[in-house]
């Protein structure tokens, strides 16, 4: 669970951090879902760090529909080819991946 718990919070971080990114980019309208994308995935994974850290029942069913979200974003940040956005699909993937793996 720790590994999950940390997982999260590096991509609700990254998620933010792209966000703000996106915000400063010249074609910032036709970043818009993407960054409904990672606002979703940053709260989505802030509160499945909260669900485990409490061992909450929902926690396993939560890490599931986490990893759905977070590769939807990941789909998202990959439409773009910055840096940033590169980076954040790439951990996205990573927690959605470690999200299954608590589910399971």
């Known amino acids: ?10 991509c609700a971080r990254a998620c933010e951090e792209c966000h703000t990114a996106c915000l400063q980019e010249p074609d ?25 850290a409490r061992n909450s029942q929902s926690a396993k069913n939560f890490c599931n529909l986490c990893a759905t979200m977070c590769d939807a974003c990941a789909t998202e940040c990959d439409k773009f080819q910055d840096a940033h956005c590169k980076e954040c699909a790439n951990i996205c993937r990573s927690c959605a991946n470690i999200c299954r793996q608590m589910a399971s």
């Open 1 to 10: 669970m720790d590994q999950c718990i940390e997982e999260c919070l590096r």
């Open 28 to 52: 910032v309208q036709a970043r818009i879902i993407c960054m409904q994308h990672l606002n979703d995935c940053a709260e989505i994974c802030f509160q499945a760090v909260a669900l485990m």
